[in-house]
Nanobody, 123 residues
Framework: VQLQASGGGLVQSGGSLKLSCVASGRTFSAYVMAWFRQAPGKEREFIAGITSGGRSEYEDSVEGRFTISRDNPKNTVYLQMNSLKPEDTAVYYC??????????????????WGQGTQVTVSS
């Protein structure tokens, strides 16, 4: 099982990026998929999660700016990030839970992880 995240980069404050995460090795279409991020010196934090049916939840600081989506036949989850701020700078990780319907905020609830992609927002 492998999760491959991509799409990170350097962007100015107010700009946009779209992250992608492709899962391979098995089908994850039935499971909750999510994005986390980890800034230097900080713990990994939940950003957004989505169920197989498309129900989503967001961390308060990104609600209204970030949108999570998924393409089940492609085993892919996306994170569209708009109105980026310097405090969004972090390594972003995609993850897959063993849950079908519960979007957990704790990283301990997620079994499979991508390698991370760096997002840097300059002021």
């Amino acid at each position: 099982v492998q999760l491959q995240a991509s799409g990170g980069g350097l962007v100015q404050s107010g700009g946009s990026l779209k992250l992608s995460c492709v899962a391979s090795g098995r089908t994850f279409s039935a499971y909750v998929m999510a994005w986390f991020r980890q800034a230097p010196g900080k713990e990994r934090e939940f950003i957004a999660g989505i169920t197989s049916g498309g129900r989503s939840e967001y961390e308060d600081s990104v609600e209204g700016r970030f949108t999570i989506s998924r393409d089940n036949p492609k085993n892919t989850v996306y994170l569209q990030m708009n109105s980026l701020k310097p405090e969004d700078t972090a390594v972003y990780y995609c993850a897959v839970s063993r849950s079908f319907g519960r979007i957990g905020f704790s990283s301990s609830l997620y079994t499979y992880w991508g390698q991370g992609t760096q997002v840097t927002v300059s002021s």
